[in-house]
C-alpha cells in the first residue's frame, strides 16, 4: 500500500519551521560519560539540510508534550558496572497518557547505524503516540563505539525487563508490550522481537526476574536479513556502519551476520508485525521473505509504503503524523485480542 503526503497550507509550513528552527537543542539529553567515544554525525538538523530541498514541504517533527501526556525524562533503566569507559547508566524517557488506566506500552528504538543518533529522535513520535493512549519509551543504548554486538539487543532486552518491572508505576499492561524502531532501530527492533525466549539474546543486565518478551513488531524501514542478496551485494568497507558494530565483513563473520539477522530467528510462534517502508528497498532486505513466511504461519502482519525515496522519513511531517496513526491502529487491533 502506498501513501502520498498530506496536503500542508503555507501557514503551516512556514510556522513548522520556525518551530523547528528554536527546538532542535530544545531539550538536553542524558548526561554520559565524556570518555565514551561518540558519534554525533546523525541528528535532525544535519538531515533537514540535507533533503530540504527535494522535500521543501517537510518540517522536523519536534519535541513537544501534549497537554493529556505526562513526561518523564532520563531515567535509569540499567547501570552496567564494568565497563571499559567505568560505570554505564542507560537512560530511558518515559511518555504515558495522564489519565488513570492501563495502556498497551511501546519501547522505541532510534537509528543511526548503529553507531550514531540518540534517543531523542524517537520524542516527537513517542509524544504523539502516548496521545493516542499509549505508554511510549525512547531507549537508549550503547552504540558500536562504545560496545559492538550483541550489547545493544542486550541493553533493550534489559529495557523490557525493566518496564515490566515497573509497569505499576507507569500504568502499563504488560501484556500489551510492542517494540518499534527505525533504521538500524528497526533491525535491533525486530531481532529483539523475534529472539522472544531465546536464552542467548538476554544478556544479564538490570533485573532479570520478568521476561523481555514483547507481543508486537513495528520495523520502519529497517533490514531483516544481512544474508539477503540486497545486503550481501553491497559495496561495503571495514568502517562500514554494519561491519563495525558486527565486528567484521561478511567472509570474517559469517555466523555472527546470520545470528544478527532478525529474519533468522522467524518461528510459527512469531508476534504480529507492522512494516513502514520508504520507497528505498535496499533498506528493506530480507523483509519479503519474512513476509512469506508469516503468511503461511498466518501471522497477522501489515505492510505500508511511503512515495518518498528519502530513509529517515519518521523525523519530519507529513510521515511522522501517517507513521504514528499506522501505529496505533495497528497496535489497537493487535491488542484487542489476547496477547500471546
Known amino acids: 500500500m502506498i501513501r502520498f503526503p498530506s496536503s500542508f497550507t503555507s501557514k503551516r509550513i512556514c510556522l513548522g519551521f520556525l518551530i523547528a ?20 554525525s546523525y541528528n535532525v538538523r544535519k538531515v533537514y539540510n540535507q533533503i530540504k530541498k527535494n522535500f521543501p514541504y517537510a518540517t522536523p517533527a519536534i519535541d513537544e508534550v501534549p497537554a493529556a501526556v505526562v513526561a518523564e525524562r532520563n531515567v535509569v533503566y540499567a547501570t552496567l558496572a564494568n565497563t571499559p569507559f567505568g560505570k554505564r547508566d542507560l537512560h530511558a524517557d518515559i511518555f504515558r497518557p495522564a489519565k488513570k488506566g492501563k495502556y498497551p506500552a511501546v519501547i522505541m528504538v532510534h537509528g543511526g547505524g548503529w553507531r550514531s543518533g540518540d534517543k531523542s529522535m524517537q520524542v516527537p513520535m513517542a509524544e504523539m503516540l502516548a496521545a493516542k493512549g499509549f505508554v511510549t519509551i525512547p531507549v537508549e543504548y550503547q552504540l558500536s563505539l562504545e560496545a559492538t554486538y550483541p550489547a545493544a539487543v542486550h541493553n533493550i532486552k534489559a529495557a523490557v525487563r525493566w518496564i515490566k518491572a515497573n509497569a505499576s508505576r507507569y500504568n502499563i499492561d504488560t501484556a500489551k508490550v510492542a517494540i518499534s524502531g527505525c533504521s538500524a532501530g528497526g533491525q535491533l527492533a525486530s531481532l529483539v522481537g523475534l529472539t522472544n525466549g531465546v536464552e542467548k539474546f538476554e544478556g544479564t543486565m538490570g533485573t532479570n526476574t520478568y521476561s523481555s518478551a514483547v507481543q508486537a513488531i513495528i520495523d520502519f524501514d529497517g533490514a531483516i536479513s544481512f544474508m539477503a542478496p540486497s545486503s550481501l551485494n553491497s559495496t561495503r568497507s571495514k568502517n562500514s556502519p554494519d561491519v563495525q558494530w558486527l565486528g567484521g565483513l561478511f567472509a570474517e563473520k559469517p555466523e555472527i551476520w546470520k545470528e544478527a539477522s532478525p529474519g533468522y530467528w522467524a518461528t510459527e510462534r512469531s508476534v504480529p508485525m507492522l512494516f513502514l517502508n520508504s520507497g528505498l528497498s535496499r533498506f528493506h532486505a530480507g523483509q519479503d521473505e519474512l513476509i512469506g513466511q508469516l503468511k503461511e504461519w498466518g501471522i497477522y502482519h501489515e505492510v505500508y509504503k511511503f512515495n518518498v525515496n528519502m530513509h529517515p522519513f519518521w523525523l519530519f511531517h507529513p510521515w511522522a503524523d501517517e507513521s504514528v496513526n499506522y501505529m496505533a491502529d495497528f497496535l489497537d487491533k493487535v491488542f484487542k485480542k489476547p496477547a500471546k
Open 21 to 40: 528552527a528554536s527546538a532542535f537543542n530544545a531539550r538536553v539529553i542524558a548526561q554520559v560519560n565524556p570518555e565514551i567515544p561518540r558519534d554525533t
